[in-house]
T-cell receptor
Framework: DTAVSQTPKYLVTQMGNDKSIKCEQNLGHDTMYWYKQDSKKFLKIMFSYNNKELIINETVPNRFSPKSPDKAHLNLHINSLELGDSAVYFC??????????????????FGSGTRLTVV | LAKTTQPISMDSYEGQEVNITCSHNNIATNDYITWYQQFPSQGPRFIIQGYKTKVTNEVASLFIPADRKSSTLSLPRVSLSDTAVYYCLVSGGGGKLIFGQGTELSVKP
């Protein structure tokens, strides 16, 4: 069983379109994230949800809207896609305890990524 | 949050020991040091974490000097399958991971 699964794996779309990426985790984790990896391999956090509540919202255009129907799912919807949105998007999850233990980097599980290409 | 500096790339041959050093001069007292590995077309995968001295697991060892301003990830006897990007992270909490540019390790036969 895949612990953190994202769909689709590849997404090619035209500028101006609206698209969604779905993420599901079966680890029982309370916190989920979206990260963006650009062409230079830099990984940067976009959003984080803890028990369906938004807790981290980095400087991301309003065209990006995360939605968490339950703690096992965190979807990413992108409106009016632009060329600069082309990247690999990774979903991740972690145990809620990473906050309490102050060991933020431990216990993260990443999905295999969604490569978004805007043409 | 502490910034990290790593070599951009490293080359090695199968069977060799590889040491990747990361600098984090402004590490805070409550910061842990963590290393992640990323294969092509996959998400990052946790390798090892430490606070001070030495930590060893089945995959790697992590050496942290007393001043904690740097750390060294040691991969014993690498194989071709260890070709990946290795990220050093320093963070004390808050939930988000701050990735640097990583070190691209290339293992050759």
């Amino acid at each position: 069983d895949t612990a953190v699964s994202q769909t689709p794996k590849y997404l090619v779309t035209q500028m101006g379109n609206d698209k969604s990426i779905k993420c599901e985790q079966n680890l029982g984790h309370d916190t989920m994230y979206w990260y963006k990896q650009d062409s230079k391999k830099f990984l940067k956090i976009m959003f984080s949800y803890n028990n369906k509540e938004l807790i981290i919202n980095e400087t991301v255009p309003n065209r990006f809207s995360p939605k968490s129907p339950d703690k096992a799912h965190l979807n990413l919807h992108i409106n009016s896609l632009e060329l600069g949105d082309s990247a690999v998007y990774f979903c991740a999850s972690s145990q809620d305890s990473v906050f309490r233990l102050n060991r933020a980097n431990y216990g993260y599980t990443f999905g295999s990524g969604t490569r978004l290409t805007v043409v | 949050l502490a910034k990290t500096t790593q070599p951009i790339s490293m080359d090695s041959y199968e069977g060799q020991e590889v040491n990747i050093t990361c600098s984090h001069n402004n590490i805070a007292t409550n910061d842990y040091i963590t290393w992640y590995q990323q294969f092509p077309s996959q998400g990052p995968r946790f390798i090892i974490q430490g606070y001070k001295t030495k930590v060893t697991n089945e995959v790697a060892s992590l050496f942290i000097p007393a001043d904690r301003k740097s750390s060294t990830l040691s991969l014993p006897r690498v194989s071709l399958s260890d070709t990946a990007v290795y990220y050093c992270l320093v963070s004390g909490g808050g939930g988000k991971l701050i990735f640097g540019q990583g070190t691209e390790l290339s293992v050759k036969p």
